[in-house]
């Protein structure tokens, strides 16, 4: 029943933006800490930033001034704009739900940066 469905990544080159989209359903998106994660194949998944159900957002130091996280209540919808893109951005993007004490995870995004 939960399903969190990623959106907009793609390929850029650097110093460009790209807006990743994570729709959500299935739960009471209003009351769950939203998050979203990382991954680099054969690294460790590595966190990003979150947007708790209060609104409080809070950035991974290597992203801080570029990426900018946000949520819409009425549209079930987390956004994280990434400005200033650098090769070393290059993975797959997870959205995660965390409510009632577990995470959930979406299917990824896949996200390039290159010239």
């Known amino acids: 029943q939960v399903q969190l469905v990623e959106s907009g990544g793609g390929l850029v080159q650097p110093g460009g933006s790209l807006r990743l989209s994570c729709a959500a359903s299935?739960?009471?998106?209003?009351?769950?800490?939203m998050k979203w994660y990382r991954q680099v194949p054969g690294k460790q998944r590595e966190f990003v930033a979150v947007i708790t159900r209060g609104g409080s957002v809070n950035y991974v130091d290597f992203v801080k001034g570029r990426f900018t996280l946000s949520r819409d209540n009425a549209k079930n919808t987390v956004y994280l704009e990434m400005n200033s893109l650098k090769p070393e951005d290059t993975a797959v993007y997870y959205c995660?739900?965390?409510?009632?004490?577990?995470?959930?995870w979406g299917q990824g995004t896949q996200v390039t940066v290159s010239s």
């Open positions: 995660i739900a965390r409510f009632s004490g577990r995470d959930y």
């Open positions: 299935g739960f009471a998106f209003s009351t769950a800490d």
